[in-house]
């Protein structure tokens, strides 16, 4: 079994999209916004200096103040880097993303040398309210792959935001990082052994893609229109 950021975050979200999606494998929405996303990350995967006169979000991006910032470490870095993790001999190591060992893999958006960076669009969050867990996992990748660095520093940029949210991870924290990713994958591992039907509601349940399979999304639903005024309808 396989783990990345996005199917331990999915579980942390809500354990039965969990079980739909990655047990159940029932038929995904597409919504636009997603190809959005991704029609954006091909963009600045394909950038080139000739591209900043051009009328779009990436030159836009770059024509701020933070774009100007990154503009460099962007331009010279690695693109789309394709990372693992495996055990070996009871100590996590890097390793390529189709080793068939890898109990983990991700994929950065941009890497240079100690830098991380990760294109963001659609809703911008604070600082305080930032999610930092695709970013450090990435990061214990980095400083296992390279012992030379102390300090790994990583950013989401909100590319149609022109924003950043961004911090410097010291080695002394590796390990932490490591317990954490351990952690998750021995969670998922025994709910994949006995998965339950425990849901959490929230806001997101609007745009989950799994909605249109989702039992509980359809009784909210069905409240809902039962608590609409009749002399309304």
């Given at each position: 079994?396989?783990?990345?950021?996005?199917k331990i975050?999915?579980?942390?979200?809500?354990?039965?999209?969990?079980?739909?999606?990655?047990?159940?494998?029932?038929?995904?929405?597409?919504?636009?916004?997603?190809?959005?996303?991704?029609?954006?990350?091909?963009?600045?995967?394909?950038?080139?200096?000739s591209?900043?006169?051009?009328?779009?979000?990436?030159?836009?991006?770059?024509?701020?103040?933070v774009?100007?910032?990154?503009?460099?470490?962007?331009?010279?870095?690695?693109?789309?880097?394709?990372?693992?993790l495996?055990?070996?001999?009871?100590?996590?190591?890097p390793?390529?993303?189709?080793?068939?060992?890898?109990?983990?893999?991700?994929?950065?958006?941009?890497?240079?040398?100690?830098?991380?960076?990760?294109?963001?669009?659609?809703?911008?969050?604070?600082?305080k309210?930032?999610?930092w867990?695709?970013?450090?996992?990435?990061?214990?990748w980095?400083?296992?792959?390279?012992?030379?660095?102390?300090?790994?520093?990583?950013?989401?940029?909100?590319?149609?935001?022109?924003?950043?949210?961004?911090?410097?991870?010291?080695?002394?924290?590796?390990?932490?990082?490591?317990?954490?990713?351990?952690?998750?994958v021995?969670?998922?591992?025994?709910?994949?052994?006995?998965?339950?039907e425990?849901?959490?509601?929230?806001?997101?349940?609007?745009?989950?893609?799994?909605?249109?399979?989702?039992?509980?999304?359809?009784?909210?639903?069905?409240?809902?229109?039962e608590?609409?005024?009749?002399?309304?309808?």
């Amino acid at each position: 079994m396989v783990f990345s950021v996005s199917k331990i975050q999915c579980f942390k979200q809500c354990k039965y999209k969990y079980r739909l999606q990655y047990i159940e494998k029932v038929e995904q929405e597409h919504f636009e916004f997603f190809k959005k996303g991704s029609n954006v990350h091909k963009m600045f995967e394909t950038f080139t200096v000739s591209d900043t006169g051009a009328d779009n979000v990436v030159s836009r991006f770059f024509n701020s103040e933070v774009g100007k910032k990154y503009f460099k470490t962007i331009v010279n870095a690695e693109k789309e880097v394709r990372i693992g993790l495996k055990i070996v001999n009871g100590q996590i190591v890097p390793c390529e993303f189709k080793d068939s060992e890898a109990f983990f893999h991700g994929i950065i958006d941009v890497l240079n040398d100690n830098t991380i960076l990760d294109y963001k669009t659609g809703r911008k969050k604070s600082f305080k309210d930032q999610d930092w867990m695709q970013l450090m996992y990435y990061a214990a990748w980095l400083f296992l792959k390279h012992p030379e660095y102390n300090e790994v520093n990583i950013s989401y940029l909100y590319v149609e935001h022109n924003c950043e949210n961004a911090v410097t991870v010291k080695r002394t924290y590796v390990n932490e990082i490591l317990k954490k990713i351990l952690k998750n994958v021995i969670e998922i591992t025994k709910y994949e052994g006995n998965p339950n039907e425990e849901h959490k509601c929230s806001w997101s349940c609007d745009y989950c893609s799994c909605r249109g399979s989702c039992k509980f999304y359809k009784e909210l639903q069905e409240s809902k229109l039962e608590n609409i005024p009749f002399e309304t309808i």
